[in-house]
């Protein structure tokens, strides 16, 4: 993600508000909304975003983009754990973002042909 200055819709400038606007009392990035706004400060509830939520996220945002290919949750942690194995990253430090157990499921994600090597083929 790269900061665009003077952009009202800069992706980083987003986050930040978003992070501001979360729910103290909750632990979880993803938060359930509140249904209604006594103030400004706070915009969510101190409860997680539902797991049925999050799984439609991802369609939801392809098809409001106007993507044509349909990317889930999951497609994205794949390409996560791909484009930090090809920067170098160890295993230990790649499954603390993608949650994975072992270093051996990452594997899964791994075993195809590099960008790297395809590019000194």
């Not at 103290?24 to 706070?42: A, G, I, L, P, W």
């Not at 439609?56 to 930090?84: D, I």
């Given at each position: 993600?790269?900061?665009?200055?003077?952009?009202?819709?800069?992706?980083?400038?987003?986050?930040?508000?978003?992070?501001?606007?979360?729910?103290?009392?909750?632990?979880?990035?993803?938060?359930?909304?509140?249904?209604?706004?006594?103030?400004?400060?706070?915009?969510?509830?101190?409860?997680?975003?539902?797991?049925?939520?999050?799984?439609?996220?991802?369609?939801?945002?392809?098809?409001?983009?106007?993507?044509?290919?349909?990317?889930?949750?999951?497609?994205?942690?794949?390409?996560?754990?791909?484009?930090?194995?090809?920067?170098?990253?160890?295993?230990?430090?790649?499954?603390?973002?993608?949650?994975?157990?072992?270093?051996?499921?990452?594997?899964?994600y791994t075993g195809f042909?590099?960008?790297?090597?395809?590019?000194?083929?």
């Open positions: 993600m790269y900061e665009v200055k003077d952009d009202v819709k800069c992706p980083v400038r987003s986050f930040i508000k978003y992070t501001t606007k979360l729910n103290k009392n909750c632990e979880y990035f993803f938060q359930r909304q509140k249904t209604t706004m006594n103030d400004d400060s706070v915009w969510y509830d101190a409860s997680p975003l539902g797991h049925n939520n999050l799984g439609g996220m991802m369609p939801a945002l392809c098809e409001k983009a106007g993507l044509v290919k349909r990317y889930t949750n999951h497609s994205l942690r794949a390409t996560t754990v791909h484009v930090l194995n090809e920067a170098d990253f160890a295993g230990r430090h790649i499954m603390s973002v993608t949650g994975h157990k072992s270093e051996n499921s990452l594997k899964t042909t590099s960008d790297r090597t395809l590019h000194n083929m």
